[in-house]
T-cell receptor, first 114, second 111 residues
């Protein structure tokens, strides 16, 4: 029972490079989320997908794009990485937006932009 | 905007003591208040949650106290153990919105 799987676990990028963070869940959850975690800032929502085929901006969407590839997979893309995007990124899923108690998080991707 | 304010940012408690983390919220529409626990290198995991129609919820050594009139809620960890050392996040939620998290508290339990 894998839950939410994120790849890669670690990544170092040069300013201006692009990359895609991958997330997959095997719990048949409808909703998926991308958060970033920074010291003293808590967890801030970047983008979310309430269901397959829909995506919406969260609190800090600038510099990011997302794709809900199917019900299982939700990817986060950095088109032109900036040092301000150095962070730990978490993907999460839940049965539905109203099911907050069902949030399951992945183990995170630690991204450093130099 | 910070809709859920959490304090303290860090906390050191001796083994066997009581750890207390406080949160305050602004939006009276919030109707569900979970706490998440995060160990180093891991994602947050749901620890305990409460709805505003009760003033307290206890699960083992973990207790949430809720004060609706003051718009405050807190997590109490009784008989704190070194294994409780982690970062704790309070959160709030209503309707079909998303979870709003506090800024986190790094708890260290010393022997």
């Amino acid at each position: 029972n894998a839950g939410v799987t994120q790849t890669p676990k670690f990544q170092v990028l040069k300013t201006g490079q692009s990359m895609t963070l991958q997330c997959a869940q095997d719990m048949n959850h409808n909703s998926m989320y991308w958060y970033r975690q920074d010291p003293g800032m808590g967890l801030r929502l970047i983008y979310y997908s309430a269901s397959e085929g829909t995506t919406d901006k969260g609190e800090v969407p600038n510099g990011y794009n997302v794709s809900r590839l199917n019900k299982r997979e939700f990817s986060l893309r950095l088109e032109s990485a900036a040092p301000s995007q150095t962070s730990v990124y978490f993907c999460a899923s839940s049965e539905g937006q109203a099911q907050a108690y069902g949030y399951t998080f992945g183990s995170g991707t630690r991204l450093t932009v130099v | 905007q910070q809709q859920v304010k959490q304090s303290p940012q860090s906390l050191i408690v001796q083994k066997g003591g009581i750890s207390i983390i406080n949160c305050a919220y602004e939006n009276t529409a919030f109707d569900y208040f979970p706490w998440y626990q995060q160990f180093p290198g891991k994602g947050p995991a749901l620890l305990i949650a409460i709805r505003p129609d009760v003033s307290e919820k206890k699960e083992g050594r973990f207790t949430i106290s809720f004060n609706k009139s003051a718009k405050q809620f807190s997590l109490h960890i009784m008989d704190s153990q070194p294994g409780d050392s982690a970062t704790y996040f309070c959160a709030a939620f209503f309707g079909n919105e998303k979870l709003t998290f506090g800024t986190g508290t790094r708890l260290t339990i010393i022997p």
